[in-house]
């Protein structure tokens, strides 16, 4: 009768069984390791090569401390409590062996109890980077989402949208410590002339000029908003006097009526 080829199975030689069983962990893209009561590897798969550059051969015997370096003292917290006999499940990142970055993982540490005592731990950590990239990049697109919605296209300005909400919060504040909020407009006289004459992208470029002389004329933490056409608005704060804000107006039409090179023309 011919001999069954399930290397599982009850005839199956326990050798061989453990062969294949190390076999298949080793072709596991996660690491799998097992450490005693003292912090000492007994077993790893090849997964720690990739990992960290060190295989199952130069594993063996070695101690936590020793495989994990400065990220030791980072992961005590969950090897502690792994040895107390409460499961970690955490994520951290990974330095690559070449010095090329991180990679994010998520390990998970669990006791291995023998007589109500806790004898080691066998540790799990898969590749989260898959997850974490998808992440970063649905938070850029939130990012960029929100931007565009508070912003104006072609300026980077703050929108209307945006001017608005700001606009309560700054009045808001001066209730508080009593300074004044004032709103300053500005356009542009004869836009149109701009575009008719040299084409939109040729008043795009203007507004965008004008966006930074204006700017450049206010506080970091002063907002210049576009609400449309070559229409922009100044919302900024201060204290009861006007000389302030008459000299700020000065210096933006000072600096809007300077010449501007659109296209190689003045």
């Known amino acids: ?21 190390i076999e298949l962990v080793d072709h596991l893209d996660a690491m799998l390791a097992y450490w005693d009561s003292k912090q000492v590897c007994r077993f790893a798969n090849m997964a720690y090569k990739d990992w960290f550059g060190r295989g199952r051969n130069e594993l063996l015997g070695t101690t936590l401390r020793e495989l994990l370096g400065p990220l ?14 409460e499961r970690q499940v955490f994520e951290r990142a990974i330095p690559r062996p ?72 700054a009045i808001a504040r001066a209730k508080r410590t009593g300074d004044k909020v ?19 992208p040729a008043g795009d470029q203007l507004l965008i000029d004008i966006a930074g002389r204006i700017k450049s004329c206010v506080r970091d933490y002063d907002t210049v908003a576009r609400i449309g056409g070559d229409e922009f608005v100044v919302l900024t704060t201060g204290g009861p006097l006007q000389e ?23």
């Not at 703050?158 to 309560?168: F, W």
């Not at 004032?182 to 084409?199: A, P």
């Open 182 to 200: 004032y709103l300053l407009t500005i356009d542009v006289d004869n836009f149109k002339l701009v575009n008719d004459s040299y084409g939109h």
């Open 72 to 85: 030791y003292e980072a992961n005590l917290p969950y090897i502690e409590a792994a040895y107390r006999g």
């Open 98 to 169: 070449d010095g090329s970055g991180v990679r994010h993982s998520l390990a998970t540490y669990i006791p291995r109890v023998v007589g109500g005592h806790v004898v080691g731990m066998f540790v799990h950590v898969a590749d989260i980077e898959p997850i974490k990239r998808l992440e970063f990049e649905l938070r850029a697109a939130r990012d960029e989402a929100q931007k565009l919605a508070t912003h104006d296209f072609l300026t980077g300005l703050p929108n209307r949208l945006l001017l608005h909400d700001r606009a309560i919060e």
């Open 244 to 266: 302030g804000i008459e000299a700020l107006a000065t210096r933006m039409l000072e600096s809007a009526r300077q010449p501007a090179q659109i296209g190689g023309r003045y």
């Open 1 to 21: 009768m011919p001999q069954s080829l399930d290397p599982f199975a009850p005839s199956a030689d326990s050798a061989d069984t453990a062969s294949l069983l």
